[in-house]
């Protein structure tokens, strides 16, 4: 699973947030449609594969569960719209970005209060009373959700997005391919989600910023790229746990693109971001924020 419901303080963690967290409670969460508990794996710091949740070895989703739902929805998303299934999806399509304050950490052992249990539970089906409720499509705290929605349902592009910063209002327009074209190095005066695919080299690091190569920009007759994209993340005040969010996530896309490169798969590492273009060097853009960047493994079908 990619992401599960913190049983504290009742949000949507998406695995890779717990590369940030300095502990993680394994007991803390549980499945976002039904409930059901869950633990976090692959999440330390040292691994280089990416987070996910799973399931107990004795246990299962209950009746009604969304989840094995949804993996058919995105199948089925590869192929064809599947509008109507994405508006009462909450998770799989969202609709606005929503950047809130860092999550407050919340002592397991002390009694849930109001504040803590506010956000009620977004299911298709009430486990208990087996009544239907409605649901919409929820807001994301990070661009990943959204990033993700944009690769595996390629004919409902033209869905609402609402994203702060970037006028677009759909999925087709809000996001912009860098290098698409063959246009060589371009400026750009709008704000978009730009993306492309991650170079083979290894990000550079130092103190006050991570230097990601892309595999777009200007590219020579015979084919060689001469200049290329750079995403500049400038973390000089970050934690070392948001470094550790970005580096770490950056590190096992590289990988698993040139894995999946090497066994002729369809599939390729992206980045996505949100980003000012550097004023004095165009191949540059600056990331200020770690919920405005991430990583992706996925198939890029292009729907004219």
Same mark, same amino acid.
């Given at each position: /699973?990619?992401?599960?419901?913190?049983?504290?303080?009742?949000?949507?963690?998406?695995?890779?947030?717990?590369?940030?967290?300095?502990?993680?409670?394994?007991?803390?969460?549980?499945?976002?449609?039904?409930?059901?508990?869950?633990?976090?794996?692959?999440?330390?710091?040292?691994?280089?594969?990416?987070?996910?949740?799973?399931?107990?070895?004795?246990?299962?989703?209950?009746?009604?569960?969304?989840?094995?739902?949804?993996?058919?929805?995105?199948?089925?998303?590869?192929?064809?719209?599947?509008?109507?299934?994405?508006?009462?999806?909450?998770?799989?399509?969202?609709?606005?970005?929503?950047?809130?304050?860092?999550? !407050?950490?919340?002592?397991?052992?002390?009694?849930?209060?109001?504040?803590?249990?506010?956000?009620?539970?977004?299911?298709?089906?009430?486990?208990?009373?087996?009544?239907?409720?409605?649901?919409?499509?929820?807001?994301?705290?990070?661009?990943?959700?959204?990033?993700?929605?944009?690769?595996?349902?390629?004919?409902?592009?033209? /869905?609402?997005?609402?994203?702060?910063? !970037?006028?677009?209002?759909?999925?087709?327009?809000?996001?912009?391919?860098?290098?698409?074209?063959?246009?060589?190095?371009?400026?750009?005066?709008?704000?978009?989600?730009?993306?492309?695919?991650?170079?083979?080299?290894?990000?550079?690091?130092?103190?006050?910023?991570?230097?990601?190569?892309?595999?777009?920009?200007?590219?020579?007759?015979?084919?060689?790229?001469?200049?290329?994209?750079?995403?500049?993340?400038?973390?000089?005040?970050?934690?070392?746990?948001?470094?550790?969010?970005?580096?770490?996530? /950056?590190?096992?896309?590289?990988?698993?693109?040139?894995?999946?490169?090497?066994?002729?798969?369809?599939?390729?590492?992206?980045?996505?971001?949100?980003?000012?273009?550097?004023?004095?060097?165009?191949?540059?853009?600056?990331?200020?924020?770690?919920?405005?960047?991430?990583?992706?493994?996925?198939?890029?079908?292009?729907?004219?």
């Amino acid at each position: /699973m990619e992401s599960a419901r913190d049983k504290y303080t009742r949000e949507i963690v998406e695995a890779e947030e717990l590369w940030q967290l300095p502990t993680v409670d394994r007991k803390g969460y549980e499945c976002g449609s039904c409930g059901v508990d869950v633990y976090p794996a692959s999440y330390l710091k040292t691994n280089l594969k990416r987070p996910y949740f799973s399931l107990y070895g004795d246990t299962d989703h209950l009746n009604g569960c969304d989840v094995e739902g949804d993996k058919k929805t995105v199948a089925r998303g590869k192929k064809g719209s599947v509008r109507d299934e994405l508006e009462t999806s909450p998770g799989l399509s969202p609709s606005r970005l929503t950047l809130r304050d860092e999550r !407050v950490a919340v002592d397991p052992t002390l009694p849930r209060t109001s504040a803590q249990t506010s956000s009620a539970r977004t299911a298709r089906r009430d486990i208990d009373s087996e009544t239907v409720r409605p649901v919409g499509r929820r807001a994301a705290n990070t661009i990943r959700p959204i990033c993700r929605a944009f690769l595996n349902f390629p004919f409902d592009r033209n /869905m609402s997005l609402d994203v702060p910063g !970037v006028d677009d209002k759909t999925y087709w327009t809000a996001f912009k391919k860098l290098g698409a074209g063959n246009k060589g190095i371009e400026t750009f005066e709008r704000p978009k989600i730009f993306y492309a695919e991650l170079a083979w080299a290894k990000a550079q690091e130092d103190d006050g910023s991570l230097t990601i190569p892309l595999s777009a920009g200007e590219w020579s007759t015979d084919r060689k790229l001469v200049r290329h994209y750079k995403v500049r993340v400038s973390w000089a005040k970050w934690s070392k746990y948001k470094r550790t969010v970005v580096r770490n996530e /950056m590190e096992v896309v590289r990988e698993e693109g040139i894995k999946a490169k090497k066994k002729n798969l369809k599939d390729r590492a992206y980045i996505f971001f949100i980003g000012d273009q550097d004023e004095d060097d165009p191949t540059i853009f600056n990331v200020s924020d770690h919920r405005l960047i991430c990583g992706l493994l996925g198939a890029l079908i292009i729907v004219s």
